[in-house]
């Protein structure tokens, strides 16, 4: 709390006036990163019981918007067959899917960071990052991907399960992880996004067939 009351130049009576320790400034920062309305004035300080209030407040979030735009859309229709898209329509959902989640995994990219770092110590933040969040995402992915394989629409691969997860985990690199790698953190954002996108439209596309897409 010291070192933080530092960095920010105030003293740490006054840092007390709005968390009363280690967690309650942990809340606020999670807030902060995910964008969640700011606590009313007359719940200040922040106590550690509010932790556990802003992880059920987060999961009831995620639950409103995983899938989201075009995968849920494709996973709202009676069937992936039934949607008769092919050729360029199927390049151009599927580029829509990639983009759409690459985008979310971007700009949640400081919260996502701090679940991660603070797992180890809060057990309930790693619950949070991936049962809450990866879960459904994965889930609704290996949906999309087994119903387009059987449609014809996309690549047949040796397990949906798996390759949702490849699909999830290489975009993550490009959009977070690679802040990490200092040659990673070198790659212009839009070359970071399209290297991805282009890489996976070309490992899920029939023939690696991305005409009119990200070629």
Known sequence: MSTVAAEMGVSEAALYRYVDGKEGLFVLAIRHALLLEELPAGDLPLSPGTLADTVQQVREFIAEVVPFGTLAEALAAPSSGA?????L??????????????????RTREAADMLERSARE???????????????????????????AAAGLLRRTPDPGATAR?????????????????????????????????ALMHALMPGGRVEGGAA
């Open 122 to 148: 809060l057990p309930e933040m790693a619950d949070l990052l991936n049962t809450g969040f990866r879960g459904p995402v994965l889930a609704a992915l290996t949906t999309y991907l087994a119903d387009g």
């Open 166 to 198: 490849l699909v999830l985990e290489t975009l993550t690199w490009f959009a977070r992880h690679r802040f990490s790698d200092p040659a990673g953190a070198a790659i212009p954002a839009e070359l970071a996004e399209q290297t991805a996108v282009d």
């Open 89 to 106: 329509d199927a390049v151009a959902e599927l580029e829509k899917v990639l983009r759409e989640l690459y985008e979310l995994e971007s």
């Open 83 to 87: 949607r008769g898209f092919s050729g």
